[in-house]
Structures are given as structure tokens and as C-alpha cells.
């Protein structure tokens, strides 16, 4: 079993910053790829970034790649956001995302967190 937690949410003024973490634990073999993603209330799910197995590439969502930045740790195979002058619209449920095996026999599977809300408000 996979378990991926977040934490680091919280209630934040305009222009403060955050720092997300997201653990991950259970049957690991290899963790792939991971990412974050978010979704604002009325709003379909999307991409805010997404981080190599290495951590040599990244990818982010157009609007936030000045602001924002991914990083991963994959001797504690933990992903990390850090969100710098934080806008009332970055408000909403922030999800970590991890592709992994759990088995070198197995192909690799998707995994999802619970989230962590991310609130930017005076």
C-alpha cells in the first residue's frame, strides 16, 4: 500500500509564501515523476508543476513558473513547492501526484494525496 501525504497549507496573506511538503510511504520500489496539482473550488484540477525522477527536469503551468518552484528529496521521497507572492486566485486544494512502481516486476502506477488547502487572503 502507497500513502502520500501533504502538509504545509495554511491561511496566507497576499504576497507571503508557502512551502509544501508531500511524503510519500508504503511499498516503494522506484518513484517516477512527481508533481502537484491544484483545484480551485468550480474549477477542473490542473497542472501546477511536475519534477523528473532525477529532479533535472521540471515543468510548470505558465502563470506560476516566476513564483513557484518544485524540488524533491529522494532519499526522504518527498516532493517540495515552495509558492513565493501568493495572489488571492492561487486560493485552493493543492494535491501531490507520484508515478511509482512498487515492484520491479510491475509497471509503474499513479497515486494521488488527500490535499492540503492553500488559502491567500487579508
Keep these: 500500500q502507497v500513502q502520500l ?3 504545509g497549507g495554511g491561511l496566507v496573506q497576499p504576497g507571503g509564501s508557502l512551502r509544501l511538503s508531500c511524503a510519500v510511504s508504503g511499498s516503494i520500489f522506484s518513484i517516477y515523476s512527481m508533481g502537484w496539482y491544484r483545484q480551485a473550488p468550480g474549477r ?3 497542472l501546477v508543476a511536475v519534477i523528473s525522477s532525477g529532479g533535472r527536469r521540471t515543468t510548470y503551468a505558465d502563470s506560476l513558473k516566476d513564483r513557484f518552484t ?9 516532493v517540495y513547492m515552495q509558492m513565493n507572492s ?13 508515478d511509482l512502481s512498487s ?11 488527500q490535499g492540503t488547502q492553500v488559502t491567500v487572503s487579508s
Design 5 to 7: 501525504v501533504e502538509s
Design 44 to 46: 477542473q484540477r490542473e
Design 70 to 78: 518544485i524540488s524533491r528529496n529522494n532519499t526522504k521521497n518527498t
Design 86 to 98: 501568493l495572489k488571492p486566485e492561487d486560493t485552493a486544494v493543492y494535491y501531490c501526484n507520484a
Design 103 to 113: 515492484d520491479p516486476g510491475l509497471g509503474s502506477h499513479n497515486y494521488w494525496g
